[in-house]
């Protein structure tokens, strides 16, 4: 419980949430927000609230010095006000246990209306379904709902518990610019005109990846920042324009030094934040197993469902379609279901519709049976001992459910990836108490475009190639792994990083692979490159997405509900109508001539 001393004020002696039975008899004044209210004939009781809890006030006619009734009948919900009165043990029966002030209530002396409220949109105590754009509209009245206050005060304490860790290890905490030079970092910048440079622009960061590393050629080796950052991307319920990291980079470390520092900040932030204490170290598990296992380099441990190689059980069969996927280079891959065998023609057709939505053209299904005999939906045509082999390869019992999908990994692993979470929701085999981090290492340096076949990075071109891969570089440089790692929560990436490029030759090769010449390097780059000429050390560091630590700490599905002001699922701030249109003179002071499309 907060000190109520440390929080008077002029309006108050103590807080809505601060009042006990050992205050009993105590003259004291309240300020906050009418939450309820009930007129119980001639006694008229509200529940009064503010950011540190409620208090039930009672209105009695005979016990005030004014016309303290009349008064409290012309309150409403939301109503701001100002109450003095007496502490006194609740009557017998009638203790609320569900709150921390639960004993004790408040007979109002005198009362004072300090501002009246509109009826609320929606009420604030509803536990009920409020659309999220009507709650985005009027976020000032959502912030007050108990849930979100909640929210925004455990990402408060994640943040402190962060900052706190970080100054025990030494972490510099350095601020850096947020107006800076457009460059390609793997999304699309956000770009700000510069009035005094016309036709010039600013980029807002999308990290602050170039100038943490230039802090490490400036000799701080450990910075941290509690970073704003933006990302002008399509949006979803783990995603935002903009948007807040905890950043961190090192010098004269490597992997296993970044990761021990990051599995102490979590272990902290959940500690100090929940009370739970997590068990470093967390599991490993490289990108290549992880894409065969699971299919996905975000994969969520708390359930099992690994994905099987079917291939060499349907070689040879019947079914043309399998030939045809094996014969060029695809495979046939497949989950079991533990006793799912019973699954209804609909509920099939239900998981058949989810491989079609991820871009297959469906998915086989199998039962499991005893004495060779299995159904499924293409035993017409594959005879019985080709459905033995794949349910002994994926190590199906009687009773079980084998679904699978072919064609090459990058779809089965897609669809099989999205059935799996699926089936996992479906069968209720996903313990939303359970914690399972996970890092994901080893991932490929370069992804290829398959339209038009171009390299780009596979987190961004800073990122150190294995030396034992340099070599391929220029020959083979989809197989050169990268010093790159991911840490996974519960099937969400809360933070990547990387070791870092720190000699320029080699950072010139990077860039040359992903197609962008020496001299755009040197205009997109160059002030980075230059200052490795004066003695870059070894290098690296994690962005952990705070928003969606925030969220899992939370519980909540959405990092929307523990964002303040969140943009909606279309970018919009529906609150304060955001993008706003600007008027053609401030447009030309820019520079900016706006053309309408025709």
Same mark, same amino acid.
């Given at each position: 419980?907060?000190?109520?001393?440390?929080?008077?004020?002029?309006?108050?002696?103590?807080?809505?949430?601060?009042?006990?039975?050992?205050?009993?008899?105590?003259?004291?004044?309240?300020?906050?927000?009418? /939450?309820?209210?009930?007129?119980?004939?001639?006694?008229?009781?509200?529940?009064?609230?503010?950011?540190?809890?409620?208090?039930?006030?009672?209105?009695?006619?005979?016990?005030?010095?004014?016309?303290?009734?009349?008064?409290?009948?012309?309150?409403?919900?939301? =109503?701001?006000?100002?109450?003095?009165?007496? @502490?006194?043990?609740?009557?017998?029966?009638?203790?609320?246990?569900?709150?921390?002030?639960?004993? @004790?209530?408040?007979?109002?002396?005198?009362?004072?209306?300090?501002?009246?409220?509109?009826?609320?949109? /929606?009420?604030?105590?509803?536990?009920?379904?409020?659309?999220?754009?009507?709650?985005?509209?009027?976020?000032?009245?959502?912030?007050?709902?108990?849930?979100? +206050?909640?929210?925004?005060?455990?990402?408060?304490?994640?943040?402190?518990?962060?900052?706190?860790?970080?100054?025990?290890?030494?972490?510099?905490?350095?601020?850096?610019?947020?107006?800076?030079?457009?460059?390609?970092?793997?999304?699309?910048? /956000?770009?700000?005109?510069?009035?005094?440079?016309?036709?010039? /622009?600013?980029?807002?960061? +999308?990290? %602050?990846?170039?100038?943490?590393?230039?802090?490490?050629?400036?000799? =701080?080796?450990?910075?941290? +920042?509690?970073?704003?950052?933006?990302?002008?991307?399509?949006?979803?319920?783990?995603? +935002?324009?903009?948007?807040?990291?905890?950043?961190?980079?090192m010098s004269f470390i490597d992997e296993d030094d970044i990761i021990k520092v990051t599995e102490g900040l979590m272990e902290t932030i959940y500690r100090q934040t929940l009370g739970i204490e997590l068990k470093p170290p967390f599991v490993r598990m490289g990108y290549d197993e992880c894409m065969e296992l699971y299919g996905i380099d975000r994969p969520d441990l708390r359930y099992d469902l690994q994905i099987k190689d079917l291939s060499d059980a349907f070689r040879g069969c019947e079914f043309r379609v399998f030939n045809q996927i094996l014969d060029t280079g695809g495979r046939i891959r497949g989950i079991v279901v533990p006793?799912?065998?019973?699954?209804?023609?609909?509920?099939?057709?239900?998981?058949?519709? @989810?491989?079609?939505?991820?871009?297959?053209?469906?998915?086989?299904?199998?039962?499991?049976?005893?004495?060779?005999?299995?159904?499924?939906?293409?035993?017409?045509?594959?005879?019985?001992?080709?459905?033995?082999?794949?349910?002994?390869?994926?190590?199906?019992?009687?009773?079980?459910?084998?679904?699978?999908?072919?064609? %090459?990994?990058?779809?089965?692993?897609?669809?099989? !990836?999205?059935?799996?979470?699926?089936?996992?929701?479906?069968?209720?085999?996903?313990?939303?108490?359970?914690?399972? =981090?996970?890092?994901?290492?080893?991932?490929?340096?370069?992804?290829?475009?398959? !339209?038009?076949?171009?390299?780009?990075?596979?987190?961004?071109?800073?990122?150190?190639?294995?030396?034992?891969?340099?070599?391929?570089?220029?020959?083979?440089?989809?197989?050169?792994?990268?010093?790159?790692?991911?840490?996974?929560l519960n099937g969400y990436e809360i933070g990547g990083g990387s070791i870092r490029i720190h000699n320029p030759d080699v950072q010139r090769r990077i860039f040359r692979a992903l197609g962008i010449s020496d001299e755009q390097a040197e205009y997109k780059f160059g002030f980075l490159l230059k200052a490795f000429q004066y003695g870059a050390p070894p290098h690296?560091?994690?962005?952990?997405?705070?928003?969606?630590?925030?969220?899992?700490?939370?519980?909540?599905?959405?990092?929307?509900?523990?964002?303040?002001?969140?943009?909606?699922?279309?970018?919009?701030?529906?609150?304060?109508?955001?993008?706003?249109? @600007?008027?053609?003179?401030?447009?030309?002071?820019?520079?900016?001539?706006?053309?309408?499309?025709?």
């Amino acid at each position: 419980m907060m000190d109520s001393q440390k929080l008077q004020t002029q309006y108050r002696t103590d807080t809505c949430g601060g009042l006990r039975k050992e205050d009993d008899g105590r003259e004291v004044t309240l300020v906050g927000w009418v /939450f309820r209210w009930r007129d119980h004939g001639g006694i008229v009781f509200i529940d009064m609230r503010d950011r540190y809890g409620v208090t039930q006030i009672v209105f009695d006619r005979n016990s005030a010095e004014q016309d303290i009734d009349s008064l409290a009948h012309k309150l409403r919900s939301e =109503f701001v006000i100002q109450v003095k009165g007496q @502490v006194r043990p609740r009557p017998e029966g009638t203790v609320n246990e569900s709150l921390p002030t639960g004993e @004790v209530e408040v007979s109002a002396t005198h009362l004072e209306i300090i501002s009246e409220s509109e009826n609320p949109p /929606f009420r604030l105590d509803d536990k009920g379904e409020v659309g999220e754009d009507i709650r985005l509209q009027y976020r000032y009245l959502d912030l007050r709902r108990e849930e979100l +206050q909640r929210y925004i005060r455990i990402r408060h304490d994640a943040v402190i518990a962060a900052r706190k860790y970080m100054d025990t290890l030494s972490f510099l905490d350095i601020e850096t610019p947020i107006l800076c030079k457009p460059t390609p970092e793997g999304a699309r910048d /956000f770009l700000v005109p510069a009035r005094m440079h016309p036709g010039k /622009f600013y980029a807002l960061p +999308q990290s %602050p990846q170039i100038y943490k590393q230039i802090l490490m050629v400036s000799g =701080f080796d450990r910075y941290y +920042q509690i970073a704003r950052c933006f990302r002008d991307e399509a949006l979803r319920a783990d995603r +935002q324009l903009e948007f807040t990291q905890i950043d961190i980079e090192m010098s004269f470390i490597d992997e296993d030094d970044i990761i021990k520092v990051t599995e102490g900040l979590m272990e902290t932030i959940y500690r100090q934040t929940l009370g739970i204490e997590l068990k470093p170290p967390f599991v490993r598990m490289g990108y290549d197993e992880c894409m065969e296992l699971y299919g996905i380099d975000r994969p969520d441990l708390r359930y099992d469902l690994q994905i099987k190689d079917l291939s060499d059980a349907f070689r040879g069969c019947e079914f043309r379609v399998f030939n045809q996927i094996l014969d060029t280079g695809g495979r046939i891959r497949g989950i079991v279901v533990p006793g799912a065998a019973g699954y209804s023609r609909k509920e099939l057709d239900d998981i058949n519709a @989810v491989a079609v939505d991820m871009g297959s053209k469906g998915c086989v299904w199998q039962r499991v049976g005893g004495g060779g005999e299995h159904d499924s939906s293409i035993k017409n045509i594959v005879s019985q001992p080709y459905f033995d082999k794949a349910a002994e390869l994926a190590g199906a019992s009687r009773g079980d459910l084998l679904v699978f999908v072919g064609g %090459p990994d990058s779809l089965t692993s897609k669809v099989l !990836a999205r059935l799996r979470q699926y089936l996992a929701a479906r069968e209720g085999l996903i313990d939303k108490n359970k914690l399972s =981090f996970l890092w994901v290492t080893d991932f490929p340096l370069f992804e290829r475009d398959e !339209a038009t076949g171009a390299l780009s990075s596979s987190h961004h071109p800073f990122t150190s190639p294995h030396p034992e891969d340099l070599d391929k570089l220029e020959s083979e440089p989809e197989k050169v792994r990268s010093r790159a790692y991911d840490i996974v929560l519960n099937g969400y990436e809360i933070g990547g990083g990387s070791i870092r490029i720190h000699n320029p030759d080699v950072q010139r090769r990077i860039f040359r692979a992903l197609g962008i010449s020496d001299e755009q390097a040197e205009y997109k780059f160059g002030f980075l490159l230059k200052a490795f000429q004066y003695g870059a050390p070894p290098h690296g560091g994690i962005a952990m997405g705070m928003d969606r630590v925030a969220m899992l700490l939370c519980g909540t599905d959405s990092i929307r509900d523990v964002i303040p002001f969140p943009k909606s699922s279309k970018a919009s701030g529906l609150m304060e109508d955001a993008p706003a249109m @600007v008027e053609e003179k401030e447009l030309l002071e820019l520079h900016i001539r706006k053309i309408v499309k025709k």
